[in-house]
């Protein structure tokens, strides 16, 4: 018996979404549209941190060594550094390698550097090192200046900062966006299905003079308003997929993001996760959607 109360209250959910057409449609269009937003706003967010990563792991830290270590200190140096906790990579830059790197960033005017090659090559063998976590940037130098034959340390530790900075912001910035959204799709979504609720309130009335309760007439429109999200969760990837493959190939082949040199997510690597997002969206907002627009005619 409970398993064909259950059958009939899902029936009755998916007759009532192919049945009352226009309504239906009205809802799709709005929830697709505010879940169209919210996927460009999150493509987006997860775009940013993406980029951000890269930058991040492009910030190095140069330990210059002493002088006079020999062969074997420069590599007990080297050991102690990898084994700090954050230190990501560790490359050796011998001095010879320092002055040719300089020689190719002077270009035409390299030849000025001639007079230093050899004995008389000024500059100092190092490790540049990157970190696994910005924000620890300062600990890390921290703890390298306490070991021996260390003679200076280049961090940037402004830059950094800044950049971390940013960072935060912008996640922050985003996860607000979002919220904001969702909050917003649930009004607009609720709005909307109380138009169809209204428009079948005598409907709901029957029901109730003869005896069914609240959770009786309450599922099928809980059930047509969690089908009217998961498929305008299927519809709004589809579309968004097609429209970010579509932009991220116009600005992979400009020549501004060629020049900065930074990649985007495909929309493969973020599908599962829009997809995830997309469905629980869908069944919350069209469960709570519904649930809040019966509450006035169920409470009379």
Known sequence: MKYSIFGYLIGEGFRNFFKNKKSTAASLIIMCATMFIFGIFFLIGENVNYIMEQVESEQ???VFINPDATPEQEAELEQKIKSI???NTTEYVSKEQALNDMKSWLGESSALLDPYSGEENPFKASYVITLTDLTKNEEVQAQIE????VSSIQAGNQTVNTLVNIANGIRTATAVIL???ILISVFIISNTIKLTVHARRKEISIMKYVGATNGFIRWPFMVEGIII???AALISVVILGFAYNFVADKL???SMVTLIGV???SFSDMLTMLFIVYIVMGI????IGSAISMKKYLDV
């Open 229 to 231: 999200g998961i498929v």
């Open 85 to 87: 906790q954050y230190v």
């Open 60 to 62: 190095a830290m140069q």
């Open 284 to 287: 919350g907002i069209g469960a």
């Open 263 to 265: 990649n985007f997510l």
């Open 146 to 149: 306490t070991f021996d034959n």
């Open 179 to 181: 919220v904001l959204l």
């Open 252 to 254: 992979v082949n400009s």
